[in-house]
């Protein structure tokens, strides 16, 4: 049987922790700090609990998936860590077994973030919602809903589950405050999470995904097709299998992202503007850019170039046009960078070669908007013819390089990403016009 005398005197442990966060009165406060100065042991106990308020208030805060306290729950009773509970006693004593599992509490979830633990937790069933819709061939369109459900994990031997006839809509809270991944689904899309920052996708057309980190220690989303494993820390991409299930092909909007052939542990880095494509049981491709821009000779003409800018990839894409009428861009969209060699003489020393300033292109042909933009589909392109007389008149009977580089913004379902697309160089024999 318990002493009633010593049920009711505070744990000292308690103590010292009411006295670090503020909460006793000032006759209890001014006890506390003359046993803490008598006590050596008290002082270093205080020390340790300053210590872990410390840390604990450096972790990344963590907002809790459905289920999380009565999985810790069941896991703590199954331990033992309720077999002290003793119910029916004094106050005080229940606020010191109170206090003591907040701290267990705390300690578990501070170690499960940071890895440290020997053991797991039983993954969430529910990682998030899927909602469908009647199909669209337009990324982001708001269409009719059909119906909306939670969204589980399954396991090797569970089935996938498939989009069907209808475009799907999958929303992936993170684990971090406010913060949640959004995955865009084609139709006839298969595909199951066996965790939750894991998908295998068996077929069909991951539009857009919008990837956001994680909780602390759950690492990179993690997309397996039949041909490779696509790791994203953070960004927007595209995932598309072939309807013939040849290969895997992937588009990065935003960020980057790491491919991996299925049996490699060598990586390949994707990033924002450019694509890949993996065919099974080989590397993935070098990634180049999803645009490119060609230079060529206008053969009726001595002083035009034709400049045409060809979506090289594998999702649709929206480019600017050659005029800026709506002056949206502090630069001109289209620059032209030319360099030539000097006129060789044998008094005039060696020949040396000239770079002049980059000049901005306009297209000679009026009748053809060239103004705002334009959604180009993978295989077409944009073209247009600009006058290079001015250039030229002012310059040497020489070789002459151009090379035209667009700046325009990349936009397309992955997302929005800025870069720069250069052509080849064109060379031009000035010394037979």
């Not at 509490?105 to 499960?112: D, Q, S, W």
């Not at 956001?212 to 953070?234: A, L, N, R, W």
């Not at 000239?354 to 295989?379: A, C, I, K, N, Y």
């Amino acid at each position: 049987m318990l002493d009633d005398e010593r049920v009711t005197q505070p744990l000292s442990g308690v103590q010292l922790l009411s006295y670090t966060l503020g909460e006793l009165d000032s006759e209890a406060r001014k006890q506390m700090e003359k046993k803490i100065e008598s006590d050596p042991a008290m002082k270093s106990e205080l020390e340790e609990i300053r210590e872990h308020l410390r840390i604990h208030q450096q972790v990344r805060k963590v907002a809790p998936r459905r289920g999380s306290f009565d999985r810790l729950r069941a896991r703590m009773k199954k331990d033992g860590a309720f077999s002290g509970a003793v119910p029916g006693v004094h106050c005080m004593l229940r606020r010191a077994f109170t206090v003591a599992a907040l701290f267990g509490l705390g300690a578990i979830i501070t170690l499960i973030a940071v890895g440290s633990t020997g053991g797991s937790l039983a993954a969430p069933d529910v990682i998030g919602q899927i909602v469908y819709h009647n199909p669209s061939f337009t990324v982001g369109q708001s269409r009719a809903e059909v119906e909306r459900r939670e969204l589980t994990l399954k396991g090797p031997e569970d089935e996938p589950e498939s989009t069907g006839a209808y475009d799907a809509f999958i929303w992936l809270p993170t684990g971090v405050d406010n913060t949640y991944s959004t995955i865009e689904l084609a139709q006839n899309t298969e595909f199951k999470f066996t965790a939750t920052r894991k998908v295998v996708v068996n077929r069909g057309f991951m539009r857009r995904l919008d990837i956001q980190p994680g909780g602390m220690g759950e690492g990179p989303f993690v997309v397996i097709t039949p041909h490779c494993q696509i790791q994203v820390d953070e960004g927007s991409l595209s995932i598309n299998i072939t309807r013939d299930g040849v290969e895997t092909q992937i588009s990065v909007g935003q960020g980057s992202a790491r491919v991996y052939g299925l049996d490699s542990d060598r990586s390949f880095p994707v990033p924002a503007g450019y694509c890949t494509s993996v065919e099974r049981a080989k590397l993935p491709n070098p990634a180049r850019p999803e645009l490119k821009l060609v230079l060529s000779r206008v053969t009726s003409s001595q002083s035009l170039v034709e400049a045409t800018l060809v979506n090289d990839g594998y999702v649709p894409v929206k480019v600017r046009r050659a005029i800026d009428a709506d002056n949206v861009f502090a630069q001109p969209i289209y620059l032209l960078h030319y360099s030539y060699v000097s006129e060789y003489s044998p008094d005039g020393g060696a020949p040396e070669n000239v770079t002049r300033p980059p000049e901005p292109v306009t297209p000679v042909d009026r009748s053809q908007d060239h103004t705002g933009e334009v959604w180009l589909e993978p295989g077409q392109y944009y073209r247009f013819d600009f006058d290079i007389s001015p250039i030229l008149m002012s310059s040497p009977p020489v070789e002459h390089w151009l090379r035209l580089e667009y700046r325009g913004d990349l936009y397309g379902p992955p997302g929005q990403a800025h870069v720069r697309i250069e052509s080849e160089n064109l060379k031009l024999d000035l010394r037979k016009r």
